[in-house]
């Protein structure tokens, strides 16, 4: 069993929709969570992080984490085609840790 | 501010040459990774680096090595290519100073060895 599963998608949506995009995982250790969005050919750049359970929201954004089931989401409301991506869950144990866990990434398409 | 910069873009190799991937950031960060994206597969961590002269084993370090004599720079090299090390690779970095949540991605180096 992988640490951090992902549906791969492809998702689909018209513009204006809201995207739910999730992971589950395994370690409970896991503290912090992150995701990350992936242009084609380009390198992932950093979302949204959170600390432990709770919501967080950034403009059109929210993260979402439920320890108790481990299980994270993102949420994106009014969906651009600017958003059409892959997204990338992340995770780590701990503050001082560098070894993030990365899901295999959802793909996003998001149509005009 | 160009963040962390990796070269080449792309490269085709045969099967047992020698490359050097070559990256380096701009700033200052302690930490830097490299990773390789296989379709569908997500990031795995090849090689990672708490600092200069200081570097350790990520998940998948077979076939890899890395050096890092300063902070700026983390190449990654490839002595003997084989197919299965066809994959797009991406260096990082990050600072402790933000619990390392958040890593600053290069623009990737694909790589096809036939």
């Known amino acids: 069993q992988k640490e951090v599963e992902q549906d791969p998608g492809p998702l689909s949506v018209p513009e204006g929709a809201i995207v739910s995009l999730n992971c589950t995982y395994s370690?409970?250790?896991?503290?912090?969570f992150m995701w990350y969005r992936q242009y084609s050919r380009k390198g992932p750049e950093l979302l949204m992080y959170t600390y432990s359970s709770g919501n967080k929201e950034d403009g059109r954004f929210t993260a979402q984490v439920d320890k108790s089931s481990k299980y994270i989401s993102l949420f994106i409301r009014d969906s651009q085609p600017s958003d059409s991506a892959t997204y990338l869950c992340a995770m780590k144990e701990r503050d001082s840790s560098y070894k993030l866990i990365f899901g295999s990434g959802t793909r996003l398409l998001v149509r005009p | 501010n160009a963040g962390v910069t990796q070269t080449p873009k792309f490269r085709i190799l045969k099967i047992g040459q020698s490359m050097t991937l070559q990256c380096t950031q701009d700033?200052?960060?302690?930490?830097m990774y490299w990773y390789r994206q296989d379709p569908g597969m997500g990031l795995k961590l090849i090689y990672y680096s708490v600092g200069a002269g200081i570097t350790d084993k990520g998940e998948v370090p077979n076939g890899y090595n890395v050096s890092r004599s300063t902070t700026e720079d983390f190449p990654l090299r490839l002595e003997l290519a084989a197919p299965s090390q066809t994959s797009v690779y991406f260096c990082a970095s990050s600072s402790k100073d933000r619990s390392n949540t958040e890593a600053f991605f290069g623009q990737g180096t694909r790589l096809t060895v036939v």
């Open positions: 700033m200052n960060h302690n930490y």
């Open positions: 370690n409970s250790a896991f503290q912090y």
